[in-house]
Nanobody, 115 residues
Framework: QVQFVESGGGLVQPGGSLRLSCAASGRDFSGSPMAWFRQAPGKQRELVARIFSGGTIVYTDSVRGRFTISRDNAKNAVYLQMNSLKPEDTALYYC?????????WGQGTQVTVSS
């Protein structure tokens, strides 16, 4: 059974930083693209960043230069370092992996940016 355990969310002031972690079990995702999505209240879920097994990375425009996605294949994990956080980054953040055209999702971790 595939399971993703996400951690690192919380409440932070504007300009602050958080590091999200997502550890997968049940499948070896080292050869799969892994990503972080987010969903704010009343909005659609959106891609934040994706990292492919070969190291190629894509970011949505609103986070480029502030967020960094990385992965540790030995730990079957993906991370999201978030700096210079803004109130509009407030959302539920999900990790995702794709294997054999099937999507696997974590349960989400809440990030709230507020003074």
């Amino acid at each position: 059974q595939v399971q993703f355990v996400e951690s690192g969310g919380g409440l932070v002031q504007p300009g602050g930083s958080l590091r999200l972690s997502c550890a997968a079990s049940g499948r070896d995702f080292s050869g799969s693209p892994m990503a972080w999505f987010r969903q704010a209240p009343g909005k659609q879920r959106e891609l934040v960043a994706r990292i492919f097994s070969g190291g190629t990375i894509v970011y949505t425009d609103s986070v480029r230069g502030r967020f960094t996605i990385s992965r540790d294949n030995a730990k079957n994990a993906v991370y999201l370092q978030m700096n210079s956080l803004k109130p509009e980054d407030t959302a539920l953040y999900y990790c995702q992996a794709v294997m054999a055209l099937r999507e696997y999702w974590g349960q989400g971790t809440q990030v709230t940016v507020s003074s």
